[in-house]
């Protein structure tokens, strides 16, 4: 058939994929990452914008909160700058305690001024450690109760989930690596409650974390209307991967190479991670005690158990599984060691350090230890690729603590770090110094916008922060 003169070309289009495609096997559910297929046009005319094209879909924004505990010890982790600067800073040195952000340093921003007021005591005496967790994300005040009558607030990621976590399989995902206490007094009159949660539903229904990771796996891969065949997958020891191949091979059929390369990588990192919760698995069967109060399965190397479960967050954007996070790395006042990096003296114990140098030092290098891990996360989310960049690209992802100075147990210029671009909308490589006072809120108030929230104000914001966003 030859095409009139006065008509554009005919374009041959391949068969879209819808995003939400999965591979299905026996109880396993297998969430894929964005293949250039699912733009619904063939990607060999991608250069062509003639009418008509459909483009790619636009890769959607991701919001996560990692909260470390019990503060720093903030001169070695406050950047050289003048503490009345404010603004947006490009020339700064990075403190020691930052410098493992070297290499992803164009990639985040410092923020300092941001102050968490509801974790003061307000008339309320001591229970800084309580406080600072429960306020984190929901910027409201904990009624000061070790009984059952809890009450603080909604936390930012839940009222994100509640107006679009519709759009996703999970609408949030809550990740620890404590439990904590449920119940009883933890701090001065606090219930346990309020130290370790950072996620609440409402006033008071705190969001349980998980702290296994195999329960993650199962979480993002398994399908809940099979639990009985999961079960028996779980003790043969068998790939997910294994119960989706025979839809995997279909899938391929439809793909061009450079979707195979994706997905070929894709299935290779999940088996990867799999292969780390089987191992954990088989360590803990060894060894039902390990030094931390934790479940079977979860490895007995902490460095391993905080890079597994950024691991699992980054395999829950990927798939668009959820596109809300949040990540504890342990209960707040926890007072757990870190022999892996030669600190046998607990974490609690050390902020405490009332000036003293060998303290200060062991405190140093606990901060360091948390900035390193992020450090390598953030790092692998930009090396995970998605669309024309990387998922870091399409992410807001939230590092910092409740208290400041965790000696001082102040809860003003707290150390935050925000890694990723939002979706183009959030330049990087900056220091975005705000006012004395300035409610971490006015943060979150800016995050909810820009994944689509209807918001005015959250928690006890007074605006937004204008000028971080572009």
Not at 45 to 53: S, V
Not at 149 to 154: L, S
Not at 238 to 252: G, I, K, N
Not at 311 to 329: E, K
Request: charged share 25%; hydrophobic share 40%; glycine share 8%.
């Amino acid at each position: 058939m030859t095409n009139h003169p006065n008509q554009p070309a005919r374009v041959v289009r391949t068969p879209a994929i819808p995003r939400r495609t999965a591979l299905k096997g026996i109880g396993v559910t297998m969430a894929l990452p964005m293949l250039e297929a699912m733009a619904g046009a063939n990607q060999a005319l991608g250069a062509l914008t003639t009418a008509g094209l459909r483009s790619a879909p636009a890769a959607p924004t991701r919001m996560a909160f990692v909260f470390a505990p019990n503060g720093v010890n903030f001169p070695n982790w406050r950047p050289a700058i003048d503490p009345a600067a404010t603004g947006v800073l490009r020339d700064f040195a990075l403190s020691p305690t930052l410098e493992p952000l070297a290499a992803v340093r164009d990639k985040i921003n410092i923020l300092t001024g941001l102050t968490l007021d509801k974790a003061r005591a307000n008339g309320d005496g001591p229970g800084d450690h309580a406080r600072s967790a429960a306020s984190f994300l929901t910027g409201a005040q904990a009624r000061k109760t070790a009984g059952n009558d809890i009450r603080i607030g909604i936390s930012v990621d839940q009222f994100a989930a509640q107006q679009i976590g519709r759009r996703t399989r999970l609408p949030s995902l809550e990740l620890g690596c404590e439990h904590g206490q449920r119940a009883g007094n933890c701090d001065s009159g606090y219930s346990c409650a309020y130290s370790a949660n950072i996620a609440w539903a409402d006033e008071d229904t705190p969001v349980p974390k998980i702290v296994d990771p195999a329960i993650v796996f199962e979480r993002l891969f398994g399908d809940a209307a099979s639990a009985e065949e999961r079960a028996a997958n779980l003790r043969r020891r068998a790939s997910v991967l294994d119960f989706v191949l025979a839809d995997s091979h279909r899938l391929e059929g439809r793909l061009g190479a450079e979707d195979r390369r994706k997905l070929d990588e894709y299935q290779t990192s999940v088996r990867e991670i799999e292969r780390r919760v089987r191992l954990a698995q088989s360590e803990a069967a060894k060894d039902p005690t390990p030094n931390y109060d934790a479940p079977a399965g979860v490895p007995r190397s902490y460095t391993e158990h905080i890079d597994l479960m950024y691991d699992m967050m980054i395999l829950a954007f990927r798939t668009d599984s959820t596109r809300i996070a949040t990540f504890a790395l342990a209960t707040e006042g926890t007072n757990r060691t870190f022999p892996e990096i030669g600190v046998t003296e607990g974490h609690h114990h050390l902020s405490h350090h009332r000036g003293e140098e060998h303290m200060v030092a062991q405190i140093q290098k606990i901060d360091r230890f948390y900035v390193e891990r992020f450090a390598a996360f953030v790092d692998k989310l930009a090396r995970t690729p998605e669309g024309d960049g990387s998922l870091l690209d399409n992410c807001m992802i939230l590092y910092g603590c409740g208290i400041g100075d965790g000696n001082r147990h102040n809860h003003d210029d707290l150390p935050i770090i925000i890694a990723g671009n939002a979706g183009g909308h959030l330049p990087t490589g900056r220091l975005v110094a705000s006012p004395k006072e300035t409610p971490l809120c006015n943060l979150y108030v800016s995050m909810l916008e820009r994944m689509g929230c209807d918001i005015a104000s959250f928690g006890d914001s007074t605006g937004n922060l204008r000028h971080l966003f572009a």
